[in-house]
């Protein structure tokens, strides 16, 4: 298959670290007291370490579906498609409206694409990779001439699922599994693909259950849906609890092993778009396989976009001209799960 539309549109206000500071001295200093300094200083030593300096969230004036309708126009534009000849639609992500019936229905009846078949995959930020690799077989298999896939990962919403409950802290320890929603940016994405038997996509999975409970998302009367610990779901059901670090310490080695699964050389690939929820720890596990200079990073400026990662990093290399038509190119992605996926393809 072929990607022969993509597009990323990013909501207008831009938050700085600052601000993230603030928003925990706002609402924290009641509770925290005398931990608010060490608490402070803690968030900024895991901002400046990870490389995180901003991120963008949704105006006031804005709303997820209108970010996303504008990210499904300008992709079938630049697939000179038009809405009535999408065949498949998939909602990827976190972010979303609806349990039932799955978002992808109102995406089809809302933007004129009412006969498209439609279901979602819900993978956390691995989602929008567990779709491309469905869509991916579908098309190959001929059942569908194209796929559009599309996510609206706004989650830092007031009343979302990290805002505002992750700024209010109890002890400067809380630090260890809220800092990830610290870095969380909104965007919403659509790609558009087509079928091209003559451009396959390789994919490799590697999960590891058993780190489940690093980072999680509940729902009301989730322990009934599961053997409770400690550290899941520790902030309640609705709130993003997320042990980053542990995440990574135990996800290194499979995103290493993940990407020389590739059968793609490594001197041929061209970019690399990864999922980064950090730079640094990206950037060293790229030194570490030599492909670091590849790596095309939209997390300093844009945060940690969960599902929409990967798409708006290849987006925004389209529109650069960072990449043409011919390169070979690669995707790299870590996950709640935990999970761990690579995946190259010829643009």
């Known amino acids: 298959m072929k990607i022969a539309g993509i597009k990323a549109i990013i909501p207008s206000r831009t938050v700085d670290n600052q601000t993230i500071k603030s928003m925990v001295t706002d609402q924290s200093t ?20 990870s490389e995180s300096n901003k991120r963008q969230w949704l105006a ?17 534009f630049q697939a000179s498609a038009k809405r009535s000849e999408v065949e498949l639609i ?6 979303r409206g609806f349990l039932e019936p799955a978002m992808a229905y ?20 691995m989602s929008w990779t567990r779709a491309a690799f469905i869509a991916s077989n579908l098309l190959e298999s001929g059942q569908y001439k194209n796929a559009l896939i599309v996510n609206c990962e706004c ?38 693909f087509e079928r091209d038997n003559s451009r396959p996509w390789e994919f490799h999975f590697l999960s590891a259950s058993n780190f489940n409970d690093l980072c999680s998302v509940p729902l009301d009367g989730f322990d009934r849906y599961c053997k409770p610990g400690p ?33 793609t050389p490594h001197d041929e690939i061209k970019a690399i778009f ?27 400026y844009y945060g940690n976009l969960v599902s929409a990662s990967v ?24 996950s709640a799960g935990i999970s761990f996926a690579s995946f190259s393809y010829r643009l």
């Not at 109102?106 to 930020?125: L, N, R, T």
């Not at 520790?234 to 020389?260: H, K, M, Q, Y």
């Open 155 to 192: 989650n830092m919403r007031y009343g979302g699922r990290l805002n505002p409950g992750c700024f209010r802290l109890n002890s400067a320890d809380e630090v260890e599994w809220n800092f990830p929603a610290y870095t969380v940016g909104e965007a919403a994405t659509a790609t558009f």
């Open 60 to 76: 006031d004036d804005e709303s997820p579906f209108d970010l996303l309708e504008r990210a499904v126009e300008g992709a079938l």
């Open 106 to 125: 109102m995406v089809g009846a809302e933007f004129g694409m009412p006969a498209a078949h439609c279901f979602d995959i819900v993978d956390a930020c």
């Open 90 to 95: 998939i909602y990827t992500g976190v972010d």
């Open 231 to 263: 550290r899941l779901g520790r902030n309640g059901p609705n709130r993003l609890t997320s042990f980053g670090s542990d995440l990574f310490r135990a996800g290194r080695g499979l995103g290493i092993e993940v990407f020389n699964r590739l059968s």
């Open 30 to 49: 009641d509770v925290l007291k005398n931990q608010l300094r060490s608490t402070l200083s803690r968030i900024d030593f895991y901002l400046t370490y």
């Open 274 to 300: 990864p999922h980064a929820a950090s730079k640094r720890l990206w950037w060293d596990m790229g030194m570490e396989l030599g492909v670091a200079e590849k790596i095309r990073f939209v997390y300093p």
């Open 311 to 334: 798409p708006t990093a290849i987006a925004e290399a389209w529109n650069e001209g960072a990449v043409s038509e011919g390169d070979t190119l690669a995707g790299w992605v870590g």
